[in-house]
């Protein structure tokens, strides 16, 4: 994949006012980082258009027009990747100078390394033109860090102010997508020609959506705040389905169903039990009282017997052993 570069800092000429249509455009441009595709389809004309109102919008100066192809950065990256890209800092400037402020003056827009920054008064915001690939979100985001940290050192010597500090909590990043290209979820969305649109329900913002703007059949996590973790529950979730084939809504719903059944059924069943369980308890009392019975009779029998033997020795009678056996 080949990147381009706008060589050095291009300052728009303000001597031209830009018409609403090319005032949206370049909103969507450096604000929201849609292709030409996308915005074609977000104001419904034809992608022929938006080149000619683009191209309107470069000849006044607002875009670059003098892109040079510079050395080849990942050119080998896998599709299924996941791809960084919008992200978009608002950073507090730590310390600047009259040069600053001159530019200032003369515009509040420049462009440097694909990259939109927007100039005020103690801060700055970046709208990054850049993408970066890693297996997962944190190889990508690995790598983000690495460029920033470079192209800020850059911008700070372009500009002759301060914006990296140690322990200076003055950069804050308010906007980044995370995007699984080979998209399962994206191929299915294409297929049934319907696009999959998720907001959080925390905040009713924007959280997922599926693309294939860059032919690579994207989804994309897209919350401001959330992106980062929200694709790492994406992708365990699309990995849980790939390699577990675990059962469908559907399917749960069956097997609840049928599992509803099967209690029901075993309830219904066990309706008679506790009448049984009552009668064999009677039965045990009533063995249990006619044993006690027994016993109770056993001993007042064998008391009388001892009393007549006893009784028969004072007399001076002695039975036989036959007698007794009788």
Known sequence: ME????????LPKLNQELTTAQKE????????????KQIAQRRDC???AIYKITAQIKKKGFLGDGLNKVEKVESTFNQSDVRLHGQEFNIRILWQDNKYQ????????MYLDSNTIRLYKNSIEIYSGQSFYGSTANLSENKSLSYWQSFLARLEHELNISLLKVRARNIKIVNQHYARGNSEIAEDSIKNKERVWVYAEEDGKLA?????SFGFQEDETVHPITAKSDRKAVD???????LNNPPTN?????????????????????????????ELAEQIKSHLALIKEYRHENINWRKSEVKKIKKELIEGHQRTLNEYEN
């Open 3 to 10: 990147k381009v570069e706008k060589k050095g800092l291009k």
């Open 25 to 36: 455009i370049l909103h969507l441009i450096t604000d929201e980082f849609l292709t030409i």
């Open 46 to 48: 034809t992608i022929q």
């Open 102 to 109: 001159k530019l200032l003056e003369k515009s509040n827009v």
């Open 208 to 212: 997922f959506i599926t693309d294939d």
């Open 236 to 242: 365990k979730q699309v990995n849980d389905w790939r």
């Open 250 to 278: 559907s399917e749960l719903k069956e097997a609840l169903i049928i599992q509803t059944d099967n209690v029901n059924k075993l309830i219904e069943n066990q309706k008679g039990l506790p009448i049984v369980i009552e």
